[in-house]
């Protein structure tokens, strides 16, 4: 695999947008090796992110760039809280599959002022086709 196929998501609390933002993908050293098409900066609500990123169980364990070639880190985690945070990942995607689900989502995202853009108008409608496209992916 070339660098260029490699994609990183950071995901940060949200704060005002301007020219002097602190942007993840500038605090890491290792980022400065890939192309700027490569990091994506995703930012959350405080509260958003405090429940993802502190307290929502998690299904595998951490995976710093220090852990990267460890070879222990490709196996899952088997105990209590991995199957808890497995058993909440399966019902997000249940949720999103169903038709509530998605109108939810269709009616946040409208909401938003972003909405001019092409690829998110495409993505509303994609998330209004009936439930049984959804439903085929199981």
Known sequence: MTRTKL???GITVRTKTSPNTWRWYQAAPW???LPRSALIGISLDGSVWSYLGDQ????????????WLDQDA?????????LAGLAEAVAVVAHGRSAEG???LVAAITAEAT????WLRSLVIELRRPASVYQQGR
């Open 115 to 118: 909405t001019r853009e092409v």
């Open 31 to 33: 980022a400065a090796h």
């Open 102 to 104: 998605r109108a939810g």
């Open 7 to 9: 994609r990183f998501v």
């Open 74 to 82: 490709s196996r899952p985690a088997r105990d209590s809280k991995a």
């Open 56 to 67: 929502q169980a998690k299904t595998t364990r951490p995976f710093p760039v220090a852990r």
